[in-house]
């Protein structure tokens, strides 16, 4: 090879459009723009602060922490086990059958379980469509294939025929990759007796449940938006389950997360285990340890994880009231804003073309994933009208 030729091979990649909206939006001098952009919480200011508990919780890591030295790949294990209880339920380790480890966001956690199914022999995924378009990427970097299902009806409920009969269809070496809420882009949720459907299929077909939890609080509550999820996992041998808790605990750019395995035996947790420990080791070695530490020492501490309770629901409630603002305004244009006062979480997808789109953008300063995905939290009291105005003039 020539000196110098090596990187010629490789061609330029497009910046991952959702993250690229971060920079247009910070670059637009609009005193009234709107950032309904990436996923972030926003307050009725347009803030994302820290949570208080957060705050709380720093302090005393600041106080109190006496070494930064390694801890191994699974990372905090006093913090993933005390995330348990919340995401489980009260038999936290169904019976010894759940083990976890800490990783890098709900990213890393996403990333875990699909190389760890890939290392056991999966090489294709079932997944609702629209979903979240990194797991399309992870798919892609670690070689599996994408087996789409439309995730949502045209009416704004979910789809349950399409994940049943992938459920059902799925060979050996196919697993379903599933929300567990607040659904990613649609705000789409399953319902509790389709979640019992679900379970049912999952336990009858023996397919292997892959599910990511990266909202917990976020849509109905925390015990709410875990009980189709627990509905899976007590029907199923094995599954796992990747959580974030950068939404919840609002840990965004600290990467905090955590993956669990659930095993019908010791000895298969065991071996599941260790190759992901394995897999860990090799991409990340050890998670960042800071924000994982802050909430173990909330969970551990019934004054701070009462206060991080308060903060959740002070979210959860803003969210609602924007939603039901938005279903109450009724349409806006041709798009019928109605059904989105009954979905859930940060998201939404709005039936709009990427010409109208991009009109938002440039002549409202409106700013939204080229799919049509507004983040629910980017809307207030204060900037409401004017986004349901430039939706009535852009999409009429
Ligand atoms: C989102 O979908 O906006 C968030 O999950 C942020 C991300 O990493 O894409």
């Not at 994933?369 to 986004?387: C, E, Y």
Request: glycine fraction near 10%; charge should be negative; proline fraction near 5%.
């Amino acid at each position: 090879m020539a000196l110098g030729m090596m990187l010629d091979r490789l061609s330029p990649q497009a910046p991952d459009a959702l993250l690229a909206l971060i920079r247009l939006h910070a670059a637009d001098a609009r005193e009234d723009k709107i950032d309904l952009g990436v996923g972030v919480y926003r307050t009725e200011e347009g803030g994302t602060p820290v949570f208080a508990a957060i705050k709380a919780a720093e302090q005393v890591l600041v106080d109190k922490q006496d070494s930064k030295s390694y801890l191994g790949p699974e990372g905090d294990v006093g913090f993933v086990n005390a995330l348990m209880p919340y995401i489980f339920g009260r038999d936290a380790t169904m019976g010894g059958r759940i083990t976890g480890m800490q990783t890098p966001g709900g990213t890393g956690a996403v990333r875990l379980a699909l190389a760890l199914a890939a290392k056991a022999g999966v090489r294709r995924v079932h997944m609702g469509v629209p979903s979240w378009p990194n797991h399309a990427q992870i798919l892609a970097d670690l070689g599996m294939e994408l087996a789409p299902f439309d995730h949502a009806n045209p009416d704004g409920t979910a789809n349950l025929d399409a994940v049943l009969a992938a459920i059902n269809s799925a060979s050996d070496a196919e697993a379903v990759l599933l929300h567990a809420c607040c659904h990613n882009p649609t705000g789409i949720d399953y319902t509790a007796d389709h979640w019992a459907q679900i379970a049912a299929a999952f336990a009858a077909s023996g397919t292997f449940p892959i599910i990511d939890a990266a909202y917990q609080g976020l849509g109905q509550g925390l015990e709410e938006d875990a009980a189709g999820m627990r509905s899976v996992l007590t029907a199923v041998p094995e599954a796992f389950i990747a959580y974030s808790c950068d939404k919840n605990f609002g840990q965004y750019r600290d990467r905090v997360g955590a993956f669990y395995v659930l095993a019908k035996e010791q000895s298969t947790l065991d071996t599941a285990f260790s190759n992901a420990n394995a897999l860990a080791r090799a991409a990340w070695s050890m998670p960042p340890d800071h924000g994982g530490a802050a909430v173990r020492i909330i969970l551990r501490d019934p004054d701070m994880t009462k206060q991080w309770l308060a903060e959740l629901d002070e979210m959860r409630a803003r969210m609602r009231k924007v939603r039901d603002a938005l279903a109450k305004a009724g349409t806006a244009g041709r798009i019928d804003l109605t059904p989105l006062g009954t979905q859930n979480g940060l998201f939404a997808m709005l039936p709009v073309t990427k010409e109208e789109v991009a009109t938002l953008r440039e002549e409202h300063g409106i700013y939204m994933a080229a799919s049509g995905r507004i983040n629910i939290a980017g809307l207030t009291t204060g900037n409401l009208p004017k986004f349901i105005a430039a939706l009535s003039a852009v999409a009429n």
